[in-house]
């Protein structure tokens, strides 16, 4: 299974995302873990994605496009992946399209996990992420995955999360349309428990896997 996980912040790409990967055993491949990674190991691409993901804004697509580039020569992404926040606008979903195609390796479907914008404040400013696993959490002191110490991401203050969501809608959105024209796009609905939505995203994915 080749995945897409598309949708604002907050929607429960991060959760479902460690669900979904799990389900169909393939890796879970977010870009904002893997610049939070770098940030943590003080690497240079970490220090300069940090500077754009403090103010809610993109790190600029030559660094990313490059940064995904890599991951997808990795070994296990042969029986498939699931991209989280990536691409996050149409020029990196055309990239990715080419990097793919090169593969022979195209996307089965792209996963739009809907939300309202208030319940997307109200959730973003409650949320923790842990400091190793970088796994999203509300109303825990410690990471309920892996025991670590939980933080709030810099980008989840009330000031950056208007910001996050001003970029959505202007450049990610309009990948859904690019998507589904592709005839690519699963709408599933991001209201609800965690594993009736992971039920309704792999209910409608086993559409196109089977
Ligand atoms: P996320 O964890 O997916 O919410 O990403 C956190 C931040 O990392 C974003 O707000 C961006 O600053 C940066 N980021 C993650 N993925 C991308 C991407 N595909 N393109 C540009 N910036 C990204």
Do not use: W
């Amino acid at each position: 299974m080749r995945l897409v996980l598309v949708g604002p912040p907050g929607a429960g790409k991060g959760t479902q995302a460690q669900f979904l990967a799990a389900h169909y055993l393939i890796p879970h491949i977010s870009t904002g873990d893997i610049f939070r990674a770098n940030l943590k190991a003080g690497t240079p691409l970490g220090l300069q994605a940090k500077v754009f993901m403090d103010k809610g804004e993109l790190v600029p697509d030559s660094v990313t496009n490059e940064m995904l580039k890599d991951r997808l020569t990795h070994g296990d992404v042969s029986n498939g992946f699931l991209l989280d926040g990536f691409p996050r606008n149409v020029a990196q979903a055309e990239v990715l399209r080419a990097i793919l195609a090169e593969k022979k390796m195209p996307l089965d479907a792209v996963l739009e996990f809907s939300l309202a914008n208030e319940e997307i404040v109200a959730r973003l400013s409650s949320r923790r992420t842990c400091k190793d696993c970088f796994q999203p959490s509300v109303g825990v002191e410690k990471c309920p995955s892996c025991g670590g110490d939980v933080y709030q991401r810099e980008d989840d203050k009330a000031e950056v999360i208007a910001r996050r969501l001003e970029v959505y809608q202007e450049q990610t959105a309009p990948i859904v349309s690019f998507y589904r024209n592709e005839g690519l796009l699963i709408t599933v609905g991001a209201l609800g428990s965690v594993e009736d939505i992971t039920a309704h995203a792999i209910s409608a994915l086993s559409r196109v896997s089977e």
